[in-house]
């Protein structure tokens, strides 16, 4: 069965159509014009997901709630982690203190030069 | 630059400088300590809880016993080069040897007298449970090698490189 062509449905409309005639000329360079925009669109990038994710992200972090929780934490990280390995530190040098009192006041173990 | 870039870049930079504010302040005293003069005896004042008269006391004690002690240094130098050559030239246990040998324990023990007189007037020059503290502590690193050889912690770098297999 032959599909019916929608123009042949409406009988007025279809005649109006197939009598219309565009007299417009095209613009300069119209069809370079086409063809350049085909290209620029074939050649953008693919989206990449950690612009996804930086998109996620920069979104999140617009909602007060999410920023100041987000700023909150990195602060707590940096004072814990500072603190931490100042008091390593701190027991390192305590215990280098130590060993150079003690070579201080021990002949055996008073570093040598040569 | 977007808000949320600039946020995202807020919360690293706040992070870095509360990292390193803690780090620094942490680590003040001990840096103030290793700019000094005399960065041992600091260091025994603060561990050791010392008063400015107590500490005194302690440095003049220190500064007399530190002739002592070069005198001594030199000594065992000259005895471990002298038995350094003996060694080389040996291909058994010779009289001479065993006099060097002899003589070097002889050093140790007057080296060893000399280190607990200087250590126990340090500590009497404390208060009294802060000197009973050094005189465990000192003589723990000093007197006492085979404690560290079998002990969990205690043991220094130093040790681990001579420890038993």
Known sequence: M??????????????????WTVDA?????????????????????????W?????????ALCRPALAVSYVTILLLAGLSIGFAQARQESARMD???????????????????P | ??????????????????????????TASRRALLESETPELE??????RLADSAFDRVVRLHDAYKSECAEMCRRI??????????????????????SK?????????????????????????MPPDQGKRYLAWVQEKTFLPEHKMHGKGTASVTSDEHRHK
């Not at chain 1, 032959?2 to 009598?19: E, T, V």
């Not at chain 1, 130590?98 to 040598?112: E, H, N």
């Not at chain 2, 000259?78 to 058994?92: G, S, T, W, Y």
């Open chain 1, 51 to 59: 612009r996804d994710l930086l998109d996620v992200v920069e979104g």
């Open chain 1, 25 to 49: 000329a095209l613009p300069p360079r119209f069809h370079d014009d086409v063809w350049r925009r085909i290209r620029l669109t074939e050649a953008r990038p693919a989206p990449s997901w």
């Open chain 1, 95 to 113: 215990k280098a203190l130590g060993a150079r009192y003690v070579q201080s006041v021990d002949p055996y173990q008073a570093p040598r030069h």
């Open chain 2, 43 to 48: 260091w025994l004042k603060r561990e050791f």
């Open chain 1, 2 to 19: 032959k599909p019916s062509d929608p123009i042949d449905k409406n009988d007025s409309l279809g005649r109006a159509l197939q009598q």
């Open chain 2, 1 to 26: 630059m977007k808000r949320g870039a600039l946020i995202l870049i807020l919360g690293v930079v706040l992070g870095l400088c509360a990292y390193c504010g803690f780090y620094f302040a942490g």
């Open chain 2, 77 to 98: 130098d000259a005895r471990n080069q002298e038995l350094k050559e003996l060694l080389a030239k040996a291909d058994q246990v010779t009289p001479e040897i065993e």
């Open chain 2, 101 to 125: 040998l002899a003589e070097a324990g002889q050093l140790r023990l007057q080296c060893q007298k000399n280190m607990l007189r200087h250590f126990l007037e340090v500590s009497r020059n």
